[in-house]
């Protein structure tokens, strides 16, 4: 069920999160797609909301209906800030979702050099493969092959380059 809690996270409303979470509204309920007040806060960009969150031991490792953790939530937004947060507090760079899709997938899909890079810094596996289809991917696809097909060559050659690293 979607709660007050859900939605304050979804606007990043600080001031309703903390009134919320005082009056003890359940951190880790999920809505009718399974994700909780942290998916929601990572999935807009509120790294406030997220940090709160996690200072409120929201499970940062809980997936969501479709596999999918607050962590790869965090990868589709620019900043750093939620994704260093995230992992401080012990969420799995290397999360599979049913599909083997990964946070690295994530960041090197959207391109972001400085999110690949970090994730790859904190462990996450460059040699992960897509174990089904992910439209429009085929199964066996790594995260660098991802970025090679939205053409961020600055991944690939940093993928690369740490890859032969390894």
Do not use: C
Request: hydrophobic letters at 40%.
């Amino acid at each position: 069920m979607t709660t007050p809690l859900h939605l304050a996270a979804q606007a990043g409303n600080l001031a309703s999160l903390t009134e919320l979470l005082t009056a003890g509204h359940r951190l880790d309920l999920p809505d009718p797609d399974g994700r909780t007040p942290l998916h929601l806060a990572a999935a807009h960009g509120h790294h406030a909301a997220v940090q709160l969150l996690v200072e409120a031991q929201s499970n940062v490792n809980l997936p969501d209906a479709d596999g999918l953790t607050p962590l790869h939530y965090a990868t589709r937004f620019p900043r750093l800030e939620s994704l260093i947060a995230l992992i401080g507090a012990g969420a799995d760079v290397n999360a599979r979702t049913a599909t083997g899709f990964t946070p690295l997938h994530g960041a090197a899909e959207q391109g972001s050099l400085s999110k690949t890079r970090y994730l790859m810094e904190q462990g996450a596996d460059p040699h992960a493969r897509l174990t089904h289809a992910f439209p429009p991917y085929p199964a066996g696809s790594t995260p660098q092959d991802l970025a090679a097909a939205r053409g961020h060559v600055n991944v690939v050659r940093w993928i690369e380059k740490l890859k032969g690293l390894l």
